[in-house]
């Protein structure tokens, strides 16, 4: 009986006290005023969804908001329970879509301790100066949100700031605001301005409680303070991407505390000191990319936690110290692209964690290290780049269970290439180019992961191995510049083959295993010896995804077929003995972008068809026999970058056509039998900088009554013809590409090329008469500047005017008719490599300032 009393006096006490949090609900713990608050600003968005990566999960929380229920149970709010003040507010990953309007209802919250509005989309509008009014915030948190803008000066006002992330791309932030952020926020732990624009040093007034610092990617500069280094409580350092901040490791010891340090991509210099070693906490050490030097200090194996250590692309010299085998949680190591030297120690037995081992492009020498072989975690090996030497090890790989890729090109091994390297189960690349292989193994297991092999530039001969049939999952395949001569049969399929590259082998016909394969979207088989005709199989196959055809420089002969490859982008048969009309059909292939037919024996005219093609950026005809007019291109086309239709028997004139063709930069129709005026109208062309008219029937006067452009001309090649009249000096003082080249100035050579799909695969080229000899420059530099007007009937004298061209590097004016003295101006050229004045009918002396 005692016992149900007690039970039931129990259950009254619950029920009372369920009462009273009902009858608490019921009446509201919320602020009237807070809610209404809450309400208003939930009105001005509209909840949209769109993908955003950084979320794990997007949760509209301000979708079951309404009046009905108390605001603190409402989702992303939390109240005092004993005030019932709003004090936080997380909305984010929400799909907030819309704009803070500059005196939001949002303000009214002052007895916020948290903000958290990442990963919506307010739409590029600017975060309001009214944030300053919540001055009770300890948290904010408007990252990755889409704001845009100057960050306001008010947010300095937050003083009670612990954490602060506002890390985005859009957002700018001025020095002033940057300094007085850091002076004011005395009790910040936590600061992340990841990719916000701040474009200023780096303020030495940082509060000693930061933990976590990230300044990554936002253009800072200057010289960064050593005690942001030394920081008592610093836990995470981030400054990577920074190219202009400048700067050396502190030489004595750094805070213990440090978890992480990353300075990638910055100017930072010096060495690594041995103090580096007391980071006796430290897991990510991420110094990529620096102006580092000197050797890796033996300390490093001090680090005895670390996971990560990422030295690659600097300036190390010397060898891998031997304590690296301490560092036994390492799951990536780095230390590519620098120039270290030495054997590649036997470190690795102990770093059984290692996932990615990267070693590339330094000096190592000697054999395999073969302990790599036993990293049982291993993931990713490249040691390509080195000066390796002798076979790999046999039979040692087994363990290697989950390596997917594999590098170990441009190097000298040779012998034959083990079994257990194409036999890795997970492996899906394995580069293996640039070695001395000479032979494959005489099985290769059937490995459904290997996607992407390449064996360029190797030793390897006869026919293509059959037990690489194996491979059924290959989507690339480079065996060229191999010695290779044929098919191994007619059993290799190849089911998933996109990419296949036989160039610089030793083919002597169309490999038969080609009318099995139904997949290709790459075919290179340039450079070989193939002969006869291109076989009927070939032309008609189907292969509906072929976007690339390299056949050139083979001995092709007999009539170009009817290609049916619709989806064409890139068709180069140069260096041939083809012959016969162009097939209508070539129009067909509407993706064509760059056509190169140059040094076969084409004949007859052009289709005119070929002016339509709309897609069409290079066309590359020269040295054939083609007859007729210039066809009329740019007809409907405006993106053809590159016509060279040199060395061909064309007549009539200089079609008006390629006044559409806005983006023309090289246009050589050299050594026809054009018989035309000068084609002054050219000159509108914005970006015509190559223009060839050399050996025609060219004639009359150059100067014109229109205003002379060619604003980027640096070729200009009339040499052979029969102009005639003076040379007017407003020509050249029009040739401003001439006066001053930008791209010479910037130290790296560039030169004029056509990208496909972000590769440079076909190279403007010209022939010059240099010093008097006739020269095939393969590449066109940015740099290089050429008038030549010779062997024409130019009369008068030489313009004083051609001394503004200071980037001038050849002008050949022989064989004209031109009189009067040597302009002494002429000794101004300074970048002239070459001057020929012979042939003419000048009088009086040499200058002297020509001898500077």
Not at 83 to 96: M, P
Not at 605 to 627: E, H, K, Q, W, Y
Not at 817 to 841: C, F, T, V, Y
Request: negative net charge; proline residues 5%.
């Amino acid at each position: 009986m005692g016992h149900f009393f007690f039970f039931y006096s129990f259950l009254c006490v619950v029920l009372l006290i369920s009462e009273c949090f009902c009858s608490s609900f019921e009446h509201h713990l919320c602020s009237p005023t807070e809610a209404s608050a809450l309400l208003q600003f939930k009105q001005h968005f509209e909840i949209i969804s769109y993908p955003n990566s950084l979320c794990p999960i997007h949760f509209p929380r301000t979708k079951s908001w309404n009046e009905s229920r108390d605001c603190c149970i409402w989702n992303g709010v939390t109240c005092d329970m004993l005030t019932g003040r709003v004090i936080a507010l997380d909305l984010s990953c929400s799909q907030l879509w819309g704009s803070i309007h500059p005196n939001s209802s949002l303000f009214q919250l002052h007895h916020l301790h948290t903000l958290n509005l990442a990963y919506n989309n307010f739409n590029y509008s600017s975060i309001p100066h009214n944030i300053g009014q919540l001055t009770n915030l300890r948290h904010l948190n408007l990252s990755e949100s889409g704001f845009d803008g100057q960050i306001p000066t008010e947010i300095s006002y937050l003083s009670n700031l612990v954490s602060l992330d506002l890390s985005g791309y859009e957002l700018q932030l001025d020095e002033r605001t940057f300094e007085t952020m850091l002076h004011n926020f005395t009790n910040l732990e936590l600061l992340s301005l990841s990719q916000v624009n701040i474009t200023s040093p780096i303020p030495m007034n940082m509060s000693s409680s930061l933990r976590y610092v990230d300044l990554g990617f936002t253009n800072l500069r200057g010289v960064v303070p050593e005690s942001l280094f030394l920081l008592p409580n610093l836990e995470n350092l981030k400054l990577g991407v920074n190219l202009l901040l400048k700067g050396v490791l502190p030489k004595i010891p750094l805070s213990n505390t440090l978890l992480e340090l990353d300075i990638s991509l910055t100017g930072i210099s010096g060495s690594i000191p041995d103090s580096i070693g007391t980071l006796s906490s430290l897991n990510i050490l991420n110094l990529e990319l620096c102006q580092l030097s000197g050797s890796i200090p033996d300390s490093i194996g001090n680090l005895t936690q670390i996971t990560e250590l990422i030295l690659s692309t600097n300036h190390f010299t010397g060898h891998i110290p031997s304590t690296i085998s301490k560092l036994k949680h390492l799951t990536r190591l780095d230390l590519s692209s620098n120039s270290l030297s030495g054997e590649i120690p036997n470190v690795f037995s102990n770093l059984q964690e290692l996932r990615y081992l990267h070693l590339y492009d330094n000096r190592f020498i000697g054999s395999f290290p073969s302990t790599i072989l036993n990293l049982t975690h291993l993931e990713s090996l490249a040691l390509s780049t080195n000066s390796l030497s002798g076979p790999l090890p046999a039979n040692k790989a087994s363990i290697l269970q989950k390596l997917t890729q594999l590098d170990l090109s441009d190097n000298s091994l040779n012998g034959t290439i083990p079994s257990w390297v194409f036999n890795l189960p997970l492996a899906s690349s394995l580069w293996l180019h640039n070695n001395q292989f000479s032979g494959l193994p005489d099985e290769i297991k059937t490995n459904p992961t290997l996607e992407y092999l390449y064996l360029s530039n190797n030793q390897l001969s006869g026919s293509l191995h059959q037990s690489l049939a194996n491979l059924t999952n290959l989507s690339t395949l480079d065996l060229s510049t191999n010695n290779i001569t044929g098919d191994a049969g007619t059993n290799i399929t190849f089911p998933r083959l996109q990419v296949l590259q036989l160039s610089c082998c030793e083919l002597k016909d169309f490999p038969y295993f080609l009318r099995n394969v139904k997949t290709l979207e790459v075919l290179d088989m340039s450079k070989n010896k193939i002969r006869g005709q291109i076989p009927n199989w070939f032309s008609s196959m189907r292969w509906d995804s072929l976007e690339f055809l390299n056949l050139s420089h083979n001995s092709l002969t007999g009539h170009l077929p009817q290609f049916h490859y619709h989806s064409l982008e890139y068709l180069d048969l140069k260096f041939n003995s083809l012959q016969g009309p162009l097939p209508s059909s070539i129009c067909n292939m509407s993706s064509l972008n760059i056509l190169d037919l140059s040094r076969n024996n084409f004949s007859n005219s052009i289709p005119s068809c070929l002016g339509n093609m709309a897609s069409l950026t290079v066309l590359d005809l020269r040295r054939n026999n083609f007859t007729g007019s210039l066809p009329s291109l740019c007809a409907q086309s405006t993106l053809l970058r590159t016509i060279v239709l040199n060395g061909n028997r064309f007549e009539g004139t200089v079609p008006m056509s390629l006044l559409k063709c806005d983006g023309l930069q090289v246009l050589d129709v050299g050594n026809n039998a054009i018989n035309d005026t000068f084609p002054a109208w050219l000159g509108t062309l914005q970006e015509l900088q190559v223009l060839i008219l050399k050996s025609n029937k060219f004639h009359g006067p150059i100067s014109t009554r229109k205003k002379f452009y060619f604003p980027r001309l640096r070729i200009f090649d009339l040499s052979q013809n029969e102009f005639s009249g003076s040379l007017p000096a407003e020509v050249f003082r029009n040739f401003k590409a001439m006066i001053k080249l930008d791209d010479r100035e910037e130290g790296e050579i560039k030169y004029m090329s056509q990208y496909l799909n972000g590769h440079s695969i076909y190279e403007d080229s010209v022939r010059l008469v240099i010093k008097g000899q006739y020269m095939d420059l393969e590449r066109i530099s940015t740099i290089m500047t050429v008038i030549d007007l010779s062997n024409n009937h130019f009369e008068g004298v030489i313009p004083k005017t051609l001394k503004d061209l200071s980037s001038l590097w050849l002008l050949n004016l022989s064989h004209n008719n031109l009189k009067g003295d040597i302009p002494m101006e002429l000794g101004q050229l300074n970048m002239l490599d070459a001057l020929d004045l012979s042939w003419n009918r000048l009088t009086g002396k040499i200058p002297q300032e020509l001898t500077e």
